[in-house]
Structure formats: structure tokens, C-alpha cells
């Protein structure tokens, strides 16, 4: 297949059989997909550069990959997912890029297991500028985005807790990719 045979998002894969017949597959149904000449980049492969998270009352939790940051499984709305980072608010994850990346993909949203106190504001910052935002989510609440991260070398993954008490801010990053062209 070439690459316009294929086109991926945050919900399913789509693409052209040999005959041109049209195939659709949910994104969850994925198990792994090999794309040659790496146009596509699962942030949950990479390692932060910097990763720091305060809970309550100043304690520290590690960031979770494919897991919420208590380590249950990642579920926001009440649908699970296989994919995703989990953190705590106040966290900062930042990862160092080449700058050949156009486009960040990904869901966010308080894990259920947050409810019902948990709250966060959560931002995407590419090279110090914050090109999205989501302000005081709740658990039950799920935002999608695609992001333009054109050139950029720095990106953080922000979540804050919109009062200062971050009681259950368990943030959950679901299905990050980063997109070259």
C-alpha cells in the first residue's frame, strides 16, 4: 500500500485494499501497525526528557505508560483505553524532537477513577508557546485534538489542577501520536 492507501485517526484506521476496495478498523481493534519510513511516532515510545508530577500534599507519582497514574487501566467516559500516558496533576512531561513533526494527535480527559473531585487544566506547549488548552475538566469529559507542532523541538504535556488542590487529578493523555508529512 502507499501512503495514500492509508490514512489514520484517532478513532479507526482507513485504507485501500490491492482492488481499491475501502477498510475501515477501529483505532482499539489495532494491534500494531508497521509504517516504513516512520511517518507516524507513538509518544508512549519515547522517554520524557523531564518528567515531574506533585500530588497532594507534595508526594510524587511516576508517570504511567498504558496505565492511569495509579496504575488501574486507562479509562475516560467510560470507554478503556489500550494506549496513553497517565499522570497526576500538577505534572509537566516534556520530550525533545526533531523538529520534523507537523502534528501531535491525541484524547484527553480525566480518568473516571477521578471522580468526583478530580479537576485539571490541561495544555500542550511546543518550543514555550501553548498551542492548546483544555481548562477545568472534569472526569466524564473527553477532548480530542490535533494540534499544529510544525518545526517544533520542545513539547510539553501539561496538567494543572484549575484550584490549587489536586485531589484525584489523574490525568490521562490517550493515544498521543506524533505525525510527520
Known amino acids: 500500500l502507499s501512503t495514500n492507501d492509508v490514512t489514520w485517526t484517532a478513532d479507526r484506521l482507513n485504507f485501500n485494499g490491492p482492488g481499491g476496495t475501502a477498510h475501515h478498523c477501529p483505532a482499539a481493534r489495532v494491534a500494531s501497525v508497521e ?14 526528557a523531564q518528567a515531574t508530577q506533585t500530588t497532594y500534599l507534595s508526594g510524587t507519582w511516576p508517570a504511567r505508560t498504558n496505565h492511569n497514574v ?3 487501566p486507562l479509562q475516560v467516559a467510560g470507554r478503556s483505553y ?3 500516558l497517565g499522570v497526576h496533576t500538577d505534572s509537566q512531561l516534556v520530550y525533545n524532537l526533531d523538529g520534523s513533526f507537523t502534528t501531535l494527535a491525541f ?9 468526583p473531585l478530580g479537576q485539571a487544566d490541561l495544555a500542550v506547549i511546543i518550543d514555550g508557546r501553548t498551542v492548546w488548552e483544555a481548562k477545568g475538566q472534569k472526569a466524564g469529559t473527553l477532548r480530542e485534538a490535533k494540534v ?11 496538567a494543572l489542577s484549575p484550584d490549587g488542590v489536586n485531589v484525584l487529578g489523574r490525568v490521562d493523555w490517550i493515544e498521543p501520536v506524533l505525525i510527520r508529512p
Open 107 to 115: 484524547k484527553a480527559g480525566l480518568d473516571d477513577s477521578a471522580r
Open 35 to 48: 509504517i516504513l519510513g516512520g511517518r507516524l511516532v507513538r509518544l508512549t515510545a519515547l522517554d520524557p
Open 70 to 72: 495509579a496504575g488501574g
Open 82 to 84: 489500550d494506549r496513553g
Open 148 to 158: 499544529d507542532i510544525a518545526g517544533g523541538k520542545t513539547l510539553e504535556l501539561r
